[in-house]
């Protein structure tokens, strides 16, 4: 290119700073490049490059010499360039936003020198695009470089910082007088303090690298909010955990906080325990201390109160309410005055006397005196301090007052019956006299009466003994008569039964089942009559090996109904063993009697002890069993609650068995329900009051 084209381009130039201007400031709002906030720099940035470019222009004269081999030329492009890089990198600028406004003027530029460049018929100049390229890699390089300078300037400081810390943190964390340890993002052990090893008893290098729970112990883990803290990147604390040290069970208040990043991008963080378990136990004996105050204070009867020199109440418990109706903070309120006007005018000199001396002479406070309430009813109150003291520079007494208006209600009573009973023990000493003489004649018709009741129990037991006798006697003799009629209706039936007509058979027939059954009526009453006349010894009775003999003695009777009798081992107690041995085989016959139809009978027979005095006997069976309500008819002589076919009886089993029980001093009932079986409960004593023998006499 010409020269005369260089100073064409320079004179455009510096012709159009303004035109350039403008179009630098639309372009840069249209690509959303605003530049409003360094309008006045860039302003100066164009008219310094414009300038720069015109001059840069007219001194090149040759064209065949690019400007990167004209060292003046390169010197003043890069001097430019540092300037503007230094001068909007200390205004705050990006070196993004610098780097595109600055592209952006070159565009600019480029694009108004070529508008001329169309006229003329050339192209545009190389040495404009040289230009600007030199003005862009000298801004860039300075504003890298500075940048780089920067960076390891921060970066040293940065480690003086980090070394300093560490420095600080150790000397720090080792004189925490707490346990305190540092863990990573994984809850593993980075660090322990002195306080920690010497509160576990375990070296740092044990634990470091372990988990955290393994060391403080699963159970503190799940209420430990360190975790949480963690992720949040935030702190905690007052968390309360128990945890197993040395095989105690210690409680701690945790705190702690994340740290940051602790390498490979997870989060650390800082754990401090706070040994809290003997001031646990502090606070809670001071808990149960002040509780056990507080209760003792507000449950008891009486009001206690505190108060100092000047009449000013202190404290008063809750249950003066239930005494005179006021609230504890309406009794206050109203100060010594108030409380003067609630007592009794008669007393109320007398009150405020005492209490003068309580302070005065440190005189114990005791007085009684009557209490307006809140209903307007008046009340006896018994007021009492001991000891005054002082606290806080203020003399204090502490006292009790209680309701004594029954008590005095009754004072008064007893008063006015104190002369009305010496009056009436006068009275009562001449009647005494008169009703210890009629007394006299009762004891001597007592003693007259007892003589008669001596005299007819008397007559009663030798009239049970002839009745037993009669009986015993007229079974006896009846029993002669009816083998006879027996054994010759056996004979008739048997020799004379087929000249018999129907009629005649059955006759005979009836009176051999008569005879019979009068049979069995006469043995019951001969055994009935034997339980009270008997004179036989009591002796040991092992029950095991007697219910063995009765078992025997039934056997075909059991067999042929196809049932068993089951018993463990049973205890030993005195008595009458023939007799003893009659009342099981009493019951057991009853139970193998009264089976239920097609059901096998089980009986079972057991005995506890009752005490130490008495042994309970049960035989059970599973029979047809009977309501309760025929409890007492089932022991009547001659009563049977059921007639089944082909069951012959005389009545007198169980009442036999209840005589037996009875000369043996102990009770038989019985528990049964229809279809349900039946229970015979029999209590005897373990040892008898007569072991000689003697029939016992019963008079029931």
């Not at 090893?197 to 360190?226: H, I, N, P, Q, W």
């Not at 007052?401 to 019956?417: K, P």
């Amino acid at each position: 290119m010409a020269e005369s084209a260089f100073v064409f381009h320079a004179e455009k130039l510096s012709q159009g700073k303004t035109a350039l201007l403008e179009n630098f400031l639309s372009q840069s709002r249209a690509y959303h490049t605003d530049v409003a906030d360094h309008i006045d720099l860039w302003r100066q940035t164009v008219y310094t490059i414009t300038d720069s470019l015109s001059q840069w222009l007219t001194s090149c004269t040759k064209v065949d010499i690019p400007y990167a081999r004209d060292p003046a030329l390169n010197d003043s492009v890069n001097e430019l360039g540092n300037e503007l890089a230094t001068l909007f990198k200390t205004s705050g600028l990006l070196f993004d936003q610098f780097g595109r406004r600055l592209k952006r003027l070159r565009s600019v530029v480029i694009d108004y020198v070529a508008h001329y460049m169309e006229d003329t018929g050339q192209s545009i100049s190389p040495r404009i695009l040289d230009y600007f390229d030199a003005l862009e890699i000298a801004s860039f390089t300075r504003w890298v470089r500075d940048d780089a300078a920067k960076l390891k300037k921060d970066l040293r400081e940065a480690r003086h910082s980090i070394l300093y810390e560490k420095k600080r943190y150790f000397s720090i964390f080792q004189k925490i007088s707490e346990p305190a340890f540092v863990i990573d993002g994984n809850m593993n052990f980075v660090d322990v303090n002195h306080a920690f090893e010497a509160c576990f008893g375990l070296r740092a290098d044990e634990v470091v690298g372990k988990s955290c729970c393994d060391v403080v112990g699963r159970k503190a883990c799940t209420s430990c909010a360190l975790e949480e803290a963690l992720k949040q990147q935030t702190s905690f604390s007052d968390i309360q955990v128990s945890i197993d040290v040395n095989n105690e069970i210690k409680i701690f208040s945790m705190a702690g906080a994340a740290l940051g990043d602790m390498g490979a991008d997870l989060p650390g963080g800082l754990v401090i325990l706070q040994d809290l378990t003997e001031k646990m136990k502090i606070l809670d004996a001071l808990e149960e201390s002040e509780e056990k105050y507080r209760s003792l204070v507000e449950n008891v009867p009486e009001v206690t109160w505190r108060v100092d020199q000047d009449g000013n109440l202190l404290f008063i418990s809750p249950n003066v309410r239930k005494l005179t109706g006021y609230k504890p903070e309406e009794i206050i309120a109203s100060g010594p005055a108030g409380r003067s006007e609630l007592i009794h005018e008669d007393d109320a000199e007398k009150v405020r006397e005492e209490f003068g001396l309580l302070f005065a002479e440190n005189k114990k406070f005791n007085i009684r005196y009557r209490f307006k309430t809140k209903d307007g009813d008046w009340i006896w109150l018994h007021d009492r301090a001991g000891n005054i003291y002082e606290k806080d520079g203020v003399w204090m007494a502490d006292g009790v007052v209680s309701d004594i208006t029954e008590l005095q209600r009754v004072q008064e009573e007893l008063e006015e019956y104190r002369d009305w009973l010496e009056d009436l023990v006068d009275e009562r000493t001449e009647e005494l006299k008169f009703s210890n003489e009629q007394l006299k004649h009762e004891i001597d018709d007592r003693q007259q009466a007892e003589e008669a009741l001596i005299k007819l129990a008397l007559r009663l037991k030798r009239s049970n003994t002839e009745l037993e006798q009669f009986a015993h006697v007229a079974s006896h003799d009846l029993k002669e008569p009816l083998l006879l009629i027996i054994a010759f209706s056996e004979r008739l039936l048997h020799r004379y039964g087929q000249v018999l007509t129907g009629s005649g058979e059955e006759y005979l027939d009836r009176i051999l089942r008569a005879a019979r059954k009068m049979q069995q009526l006469v043995d019951g009453l001969l055994q009935l009559s034997r339980v009270t006349s008997s004179n036989r010894q009591f002796e040991p009775i092992d029950l095991t090996d007697l219910i063995h003999e009765v078992v025997q003695d039934l056997e075909e009777s059991i067999n042929l109904a196809g049932g068993r009798v089951e018993f463990g081992p049973l205890h030993t107690l005195n008595g009458d063993r023939v007799q003893v041995r009659q009342l099981f085989q009493n019951m057991i016959t009853n139970s193998l009697k009264y089976r239920r139809e097609y059901v096998p009978p089980v009986i079972t027979v057991k005995s506890t002890l009752i005490g130490d005095e008495f042994c309970e006997i049960t035989v059970q069976d599973n029979g047809i069993g009977f309501d309760e309500k025929f409890i007492t008819k089932i022991f009547q002589p001659f009563e049977r609650l059921h007639e089944i076919p082909g069951c012959e009886g005389s009545g007198i089993g169980l009442t036999t068995c209840k005589k037996i029980v009875s000369r043996h001093g102990g009770e038989i009932t019985a528990r049964s329900k229809p279809d349900q079986g039946a229970t015979f409960i029999v209590r005897l004593p373990l040892r008898q009051a007569v072991d000689e023998g003697a029939a016992k006499l019963d008079l029931s």
